[in-house]
């Protein structure tokens, strides 16, 4: 008898053990895994390098709130596109049809030697930025219009109208690398910044 009670005894702590394991009650074996041991174990994500191409600081002289609003939409639309190796950028077809329906505003343009009121005034210097920082970092320009008149935030030859459906401005990412552009309206300048990306 005392033989039989040991081994029911023996019996019954190994069942209450592999129990206590199944169930994670033995710290370190079996059980759910452990989400700080899966976050070591896991293979880190490298990021990719960035090297910034050219940053173009433009002075804010005309602060108007229509000219200021279109600005600040045509920056929105733009902020952290990419171009490829190879791309074609297209600043009318990136940035859209300047409509009052999508919150542009009449600002000043230039037509004809004089200046006007209307819808999308402003987003050149966007353009012109844009211009002077591709050009800068070496990329190829494939479409690019002077102003009929000075403008005042950007050295002469280094400006861009656009005109949607009729003046664009175009460059390709002639760059071994993607492209990203970067856009930072601020209280008295714009900035806009080329970035290199590589895996």
């Not at 899966?38 to 994500?45: I, M, R, S, T, V």
């Not at 950028?89 to 004089?114: L, P, Q």
């Not at 190829?140 to 000075?150: A, F, I, K, S, W």
């Amino acid at each position: 008898m005392k033989r039989l009670a040991a081994a029911v005894l023996s019996l019954a702590l190994m069942f209450s053990a592999s129990c206590a394991q199944s169930t994670g009650g033995t710290a370190g074996h079996g059980g759910a895994p452990d989400p700080a041991t899966d976050e070591q174990n896991a293979p880190e994500q490298t990021k990719p390098a960035e090297t910034e191409l050219i940053s173009v600081v433009t002075p804010l002289n005309d602060k108007r709130a229509g000219r200021i609003a279109n600005i600040r939409i045509a920056c929105e639309t733009l902020q952290g596109k990419v171009l490829l190796p190879g791309e074609e950028f297209s600043f009318n077809e990136s940035v859209g049809r300047r409509t009052m329906e999508r919150g542009f505003k009449k600002a000043v343009i230039f037509r004809d030697n004089e200046k006007e009121n209307e819808v999308g005034g402003g987003i050149c210097q966007v353009s012109s930025a844009l211009y002077k920082a591709a050009k800068d970092a070496g990329l190829t320009v494939t479409e690019r219009h002077g102003h009929q008149l000075p403008v005042d935030y950007v050295p002469k030859g280094d400006d861009a109208t656009v005109y949607y459906g009729e003046l664009d401005l175009k460059f390709v990412n002639s760059a071994d690398c993607p492209i990203r552009m970067d856009f930072h309206l601020g209280e008295d300048e714009l900035t806009v910044t080329l970035t290199g990306i590589e895996a």
